[in-house]
């Protein structure tokens, strides 16, 4: 293998391994930040790693296939409700919510802390519930925000720039300077 080969399969198993430990760290903080008893997050991001050549310079990549790992690294301040289209019923069956026997569950409840002791509530269609559940989740999330879990500083801090760049300047045999890690 030649020199441009083994720069090429460093870069490239550096990216692949920076990606997965991108999702690691991701599901670790939110399994972190879950409350006892609640039901474990998972998430649907992956990440994919890629490495792209300039004059002078490499940039490695890593690009998520879901957008919503801006609100989980940052959180969500009070006050801006997201839209309820978001968190319809793609995103709730995506997510194996059944809304119909939640908004169920929370009528008969309701209606015992009223004192209420007729029982006459109907599961609605899917569609209709799936509606107003994401009406109800888009509003909590307005009132009350959504807690930031940060999961990016965890891999990009654990001194694999210093790393790569040593490996590099071995393989070229001159001094390597790795830039700063920016987030678009």
Excluded at 12 to 36: E, P
Excluded at 55 to 80: A, C, F, Q
């Amino acid at each position: 293998m030649n020199v441009n080969e083994e720069i090429d399969k460093l870069l490239n198993d550096f990216g692949a391994k920076w990606a997965n430990d991108l999702k690691t760290s991701l599901d670790k903080a939110l399994k972190d930040g879950a409350k006892r008893g609640e039901r474990l997050q998972t998430s649907r991001i992956e990440f994919v790693g890629g490495v792209k050549y300039y004059p002078n310079k490499v940039i490695i990549s890593i690009t998520p296939n879901e957008d919503y790992w801006y609100y989980i690294e940052n959180g969500r301040k009070k006050g801006k409700q997201p839209p309820t289209k978001v968190l319809g019923e793609k995103w709730q069956a995506k997510n194996g919510i059944s809304p119909s026997k939640i908004l169920y569950q929370m009528t008969i409840d309701y209606n015992q802390k009223k004192g209420f002791t007729k029982r006459i509530v109907k599961k609605l269609p899917f569609p209709k519930a799936a509606k107003q559940f994401a009406f109800i989740v888009a509003r909590a999330i307005g009132k009350n925000g959504i807690k930031p879990k940060p999961f990016i500083d965890r891999v990009t801090e654990d001194g694999r720039k210093a790393e790569l760049a040593e490996q590099m300047g071995k393989l070229i045999g001159k001094a390597i300077t790795v830039t700063d890690i920016k987030w678009q």
